[in-house]
């Protein structure tokens, strides 16, 4: 089966690293449904897609909206071979975990830990007729931190258990995978026209591979994980950092 015969659904694809992934897989011949609470962006994203893009507006915290994703998604492209679980809050800093208040808490682990599950739990049944793949993403702070982050952190370390879970539950017939990103430059991706000041020298020559990191680069594991050339991959974590979690960091 081609590309163009395969439809995907990225969650959060508007803006940042879901920007890149549903460019990238709309460029690589897929039919790609993506959802995101930022509906003006993302009607905009899909007006470029010269049919190939359907976007639809959602909250993966709620299962109401989540349903009605799959449905649509489903109802659009008359199949669902790959979901990609991208949505999420992205800024890890909450402040000393003494004054974190519940419901920020909680909304973080409604969003990126308790969505990606919503999302599987309604799919499952759509990817199965095709032996389909899921991706999570979770983060490299699931394996390190900074100071004052521990409910993201708890949610991306929650993606990697979630993860290994549905792959032995749901396999053989559908793969689960997810991905952790380390630093990734998503300035540029978040459906504005302001012009993005350039990164300096050691922000990228502090990676060992020389670079920070991009949504593309993300987007492209994503394609080969969801791909029949991964078809022996199933339940592992792919950290994409250019490095940085196996680089020893010391005050000199």
């Known amino acids: 089966m081609n590309h163009s015969e395969r439809v995907a659904l990225v969650t959060g694809g ?43 507006h959602g909250d993966v915290a709620s299962e109401t909206d ?22 999420g809050i992205a ?32 799919s499952v049944p759509l990817l199965r007729k095709h032996r389909g793949a899921i991706v999570n993403m979770a983060s490299t702070r699931a394996l390190q931190s900074e100071p004052n982050t521990e409910a993201y952190a708890a949610t991306k370390g929650g993606i990697v258990a979630l993860t290994h879970s549905l792959a032995i539950s749901l396999g053989p017939d559908i793969r689960v995978n997810c991905i952790s990103p380390g630093w990734i430059d998503t300035r540029a991706f978040q459906g504005g026209s302001e012009p993005v000041e350039p990164l300096t020298k050691p922000d990228h020559q502090q990676h ?12 492209a594991l994503v394609s080969f994980l969801i ?26």
Not at 26 to 46: C, I, M, N, R, Y
Not at 66 to 87: F, P, T, Y
């Open 91 to 122: 800024d890890p800093e909450t402040g000393p975990v003494e004054e974190l208040a519940l419901d920020r808490w909680q909304r973080r682990l409604d969003v990126n830990l308790t969505g990606p599950f919503l999302v599987a739990k309604h």
């Open 227 to 252: 791909s029949p050339q991964a078809g022996f991959v199933t339940g592992q974590n792919f950290v994409i950092d250019g490095g940085m979690v196996r680089k020893m960091i010391y005050e000199e």
């Open 208 to 219: 060992p591979a020389g670079r920070v990191g991009t949504p593309y680069d993300v987007a």
């Open 14 to 56: 508007a803006k940042g690293i879901g920007r890149g992934i549903v460019r990238h897989l709309a460029d690589d011949g897929w039919k790609v449904a993506f959802s995101d609470v930022d509906a003006p962006v993302g009607e905009a994203l899909a007006e470029t897609g010269e049919g190939r893009l359907k976007f639809i």
């Open 66 to 87: 989540v349903e009605q994703m799959v449905r649509l998604a489903h109802q659009w492209g008359g199949r669902l071979d790959a979901v990609i679980n991208n949505a």
